[in-house]
Every structure is written in C-alpha cells, then in structure tokens.
C-alpha cells in the first residue's frame, strides 16, 4: 500500500457518531413520465414533501465504485446479491456535503448505513478503499474504482406512521467518462425509457392500507438497479 495512503482511523472513526444505519423494505417500479406527473399529483394530496426538497423536490448524484471484476454489477445482473454497492452521494451539487454509503440487498429488504465525509477522504477512498474496512469490515482486502456517476431529479413524499418515503425519480442521467469523478464535469447521456423513471416505495413499519392503492396504478415491480442501467447504458452507447 501506498505510504501517503496509510490508513488513519481518525479520519472515519471521528465520525462514527455521525453514522447512520438503515433497515427497510424497497420497493420499485419503472413508471412512464406521463404516469410520474399524475402520480405525483395524486401523493400530494396524500403525503407530506419531503423537507429536505423545494417542494420536495432536489437533485440527486451519486458517484458508484466497483471492484476488477465489476461483482457488484455481475452479481446484479445475475440475480445474486450477496455484495454490498458502495457510493459517495451529494445533494443538489453541494460538494460540501458528501456522504460515503454502503447498501446491501436482501429480497425486499434493504440495508443502507452512511457517513459524512470530507473532500480529503473521499480522495483517499478513490484510491485505496481498503482503508475504509475498519468502519465496513468488507472493503478488507478489496480495491474498489469508480465506475459510473448516475444523476436524476427527485421528488420525495414522506408518511410518518410507518416511516414511509414515496419518491420519483426522473431525468436519470449516467456518467461515460472513464475514471469518472464528482469533481470533474463528466459527459453524461440519459437513460432510456424505461430506465428514465423510477417509481420507489420505502418503508421500515406497516406499510398502510390506503397507501397500497399506488401500487395498482403504477404496474408491475422490477427488479431496477440505477447502476446496473448506467453501466450498460455507457457500455452499448
């Protein structure tokens, strides 16, 4: 390893208050952008905005790593989840506020655990993750690179009896650079229909009854992986 790159505790582990780890069923749905517009008409009448958002509204972009092998992608592609995706995400292209996340998938389940972290370790991250694994054991040993940046404008609706998150993912845009960093302006392409809209459900209680009529208007569930449609979206261009 890199002596500039000694592993420095400090840096996570000075955070590890700030951690936070989710559990939570995910469900999701490619919608078509007509269907998007009056759905979210509908939720607004039902939910609450995110408070987060301008009407619960804000932009999204997220810088997704991978392994040589691309397992991750492999794995998603195959139906055969067992490791987790690692990203760095911002909000509203504010890079003062970066969160390192590691998201696991099991069935309908979703574990999702995140930190803060500064422009110094997200460089450091880029080039030696493996200095990460004293906060997520599982980068021991692994070299992750960056592989894709998906960006896309979401509108979220929340419901607290149930601590419910309804959002509307649209405008999804994927990085072709090689090497792609948030730092850097990257050439993006749009996602094609119907990988252009994503129509999630989130929920860590009861899911409520007359919230499950949604689930009749916006048609079957697939199994959608933004990073999985980026990658290919950039490989068949």
Do not use: W
């Not at 002596?3 to 582990?13: I, N, S, V, W, Y």
């Not at 209680?205 to 949604?214: S, T």
């Amino acid at each position: 390893m890199d002596k500039r790159f000694k592993p420095d505790r400090t840096l996570a582990l000075g955070r590890r208050m700030d951690m936070t780890g989710t559990a939570r069923h995910e469900l999701k749905f490619y919608i078509s952008p007509s269907d998007a517009a009056i759905l979210e008409k509908k939720l607004e009448y039902l939910l609450s905005y995110d408070e987060h958002g301008t009407d619960g509204v804000y932009h999204v972009k997220s810088l997704y790593f991978d392994d040589f092998y691309d397992q991750a992608l492999s794995g998603k592609m195959e139906g055969d989840m067992k490791l987790p995706k690692f990203r760095v995400r911002i909000y509203n292209e504010d890079l003062s506020r970066k969160k390192l996340e590691r998201k696991l998938k099991r069935g309908d389940m979703v574990f999702k655990t995140s930190f803060p972290i500064s422009g110094e370790e997200y460089f450091r991250f880029r080039k030696h993750s493996e200095c990460f694994s004293h906060v997520f054991p599982d980068l021991k040993g692994s070299f992750l690179r960056p592989r894709v940046i998906i960006s896309y404008r979401r509108k979220a609706f929340v419901y607290e009896p149930g601590n419910v998150r309804i959002t509307i993912d649209s405008q999804i845009r994927a990085s072709i650079n090689q090497n792609p960093c948030l730092y850097r302006p990257a050439c993006m392409i749009n996602l094609p229909a119907p990988e252009n809209t994503v129509f999630e459900v989130k929920y860590t209680g009861l899911f409520p009854d007359h919230l499950r009529v949604i689930f009749q208007e916006v048609g079957y569930r697939r199994s959608i992986s933004k990073y999985a449609a980026g990658r290919l979206a950039g490989i068949y261009r």
